[in-house]
């Protein structure tokens, strides 16, 4: 059976709505911003972080942060799809997130007084609060694997659909920034000293992203196609990435062949593209075992930082618009050539006809994803 993309939605720092996230990107705005707040951090830092005062008018009595902006990102996208009902049988939601509503442990308010139980912090709880909001017909699913959680959800929303198992699927992704997620990421000296440059001689690390993002797949004919979609993984090391990029080409040529394409078919590739040095290096071994050289490459980090349980959604949104635009947006923060292998890394935004994209993702834990959107004509 084919899948759809039906609808989608983003709540990212320049607000709420794909298309507002998408024409930020399109004019070369970043969200990424210096951080003083030491209630995230002692030592100031660069992020992309949503602003209480977009989050406040969204939030609803019992409702938390991180639920808030994935209620936004999922009516907003039912909105445009209202056959995805999850009231229905025929309707599923899947969440990706890969912390929950982590800030509830450091929310010290009782709950007489507004505070939340530290039950509420287990990513069970997200679903459940959720399921409730929408009155779902099904139980929804989280799907929770670090850096690929978006990813992986998708996959799993296509396999529902290619299996008949039910019409539509409500994808959301959600992660908040605190205090504990910045420190992790310290910890293993992952953060850049500035706005983050992904394949570049000078990257020095990652900028963390806060971002919910919705996308609904469906049985339903729509412009765009999710025709392929694999996950692997490298089994070399828990943080790591295979130094050979195994576990990333052996997920983009299964997805390929799910789809049955071609390297000369693939025209765009919106890459995971942390900044490290060692997962840039990586995905150009992997694009290059799989002769995908020719393929024009970007990261959308330097634009909204890396948004962990939302990346693979958010950014699949992002090169579906591009895939529909026929637009291939600059790789932000991209001066210097900084991968051993001769990739076509994005310089300008520009028009360029496009047909066949590849989304990939890798994480800690060595898991590797790959997504192939196609447009139909």
Sequence with gaps: MSVYVASHSILSP??????????????????????????LSPIPFFVSKIQDELIE?????GITRLESMMMQTILDALKKFPEADLRNKDSLLILSTTKGNIDLLAD?????LGGFAKERSYLSSVAET????FRCANTPIVVSNACISGGNALQLAKTFLDAGRYKNVVVCGGDVITEFVVSGFRSFHALSESRCKPFDDNRDG???GEAAACM?????????SLIGAA???DANHISGPSRTGEGLYLAIGNAMKEANKEASDIRYISAHGTATAYNDEMESIAFDRRGLNEAFVNSFKAYVGHTLGAAGILESILAVSCLKENLVIESLGYDYHGVSRKIEIIEYTRKRMLKTILKTGSGFGGGNNALIFEKNQ
Aim: proline fraction near 7%; avoid cysteine.
């Design 14 to 39: 320049f607000g709420l709505g794909s298309a507002t996230t998408f024409d930020a990107l399109v004019q070369g705005n970043s969200a990424v911003v210096y951080n003083e707040d030491p209630e």
């Design 57 to 61: 008018p969204m939030k609803v009595d």
């Design 206 to 208: 990652i900028n963390l």
């Design 108 to 112: 010290t308010r009782p709950v007489q």
């Design 216 to 224: 609904v797949l469906s049985s339903t004919p729509s412009e765009i």
């Design 130 to 133: 959720l399921g409730k909001t």
């Design 231 to 233: 996950t692997s993984n």
